[in-house]
């Protein structure tokens, strides 16, 4: 089987068996999006933010107990307060600040992620992440409008699904279904931007991300004795891995609509063959066209987004101001 179906194999296994009341957040291309806004503010250098921002998943698709994922996916996501800061500290540079700005911007606890995760900013969202509620009315819709006592949800469950699976699947092509929207409909170079990010900015990420993580990792996950080494080259390793994916969702994002879900659909389809899940591609793609519709006040949300992360990281002295250069484009 495919590398890529191998790792989205692995992400959708860790978070249902480990963690899928937390799996829920913006995907990377969203992510991508408002650190770019952020740092449109600032000066900042665009493709170093936003390849920053989305690397905090990079461990998302890493299925191997050995390397103490769960762990090392909290430090990156700054599940923990002092985790989010982390890479900041150890950013010295220019390049190095725009890289951490971007990958602070993304944490769960008062980043990107905390909109996505813990509390939405309108009337409505407060009590759960959006991500989370759009992901249930998907599963409420109809499949068919002329048909409205059966829903995606009932389609799920026709197909083996169990509830947490359900939701899992719901909440993937949700995220899915707003980086489509964003590419279509307010940024068509976010996905070439994207996959210029990962293409260019993850040489420079690299040693950023093992000096901010490489100790500690080591340090505690007992797979790796203590070695520094060892630990850095799983980051690294991992980091390229995370690329590859990012230039795929790049290109897929930057196609029209309907080739993007087809694109996306067909990749879940395999995915879910893995688990012995057969769920038909245009059961799929029926579906993220369905999120696509209910996600029609997304733009406000991302909005509302953009300003709370960046009140955020200026309340947490998140304040970068390079000293030469500027945005590239």
Known sequence: MGRKVLMTLGLICFLFVMMPAAAFSWNQATHAYIADRLGATVGIDNLSQMWG?????????????????GWISDQTQGVDPDSAKKIWSAASTDKEKSLAFGFVSHNDSWGADFVAHHSGLRPGYENDGYIIIKARQLLDAPIDPANPERTFGDAFANLEMGPDMALLVAHVITEYAIDIRLGNEVDPLLGRKLAAAARNETKRFQPLVVKAYAADY????????????????????????????????????????????????????????????????????????????????????????????????EEHEIIHSPKSGGRRN
């Open 53 to 69: 921002s989305t690397a905090p998943d990079m461990f998302n698709y890493v299925f191997d107990p050995a390397l103490c994922v």
């Open 218 to 313: 080591a340090a505690n996950c007992p797979g790796f004795g203590g070695d520094d080494q060892a630990a850095a080259n799983v980051l690294t390793s991992v980091e390229k891995g995370h690329r590859k994916d990012m230039i795929f969702l790049g290109h897929a994002i930057s196609q029209p609509e309907p080739v993007a879900v087809q694109m996306l659909a067909e990749q879940l389809a395999g995915v879910l063959s893995e688990l012995e899940l057969s769920v038909p591609v245009e059961t799929l793609k029926a579906a993220m066209f369905s999120a696509i519709g209910i996600c029609d006040d997304y733009k406000a949300e991302i909005e509302a987004a953009v300003e709370f992360v960046g009140k955020s990281l």
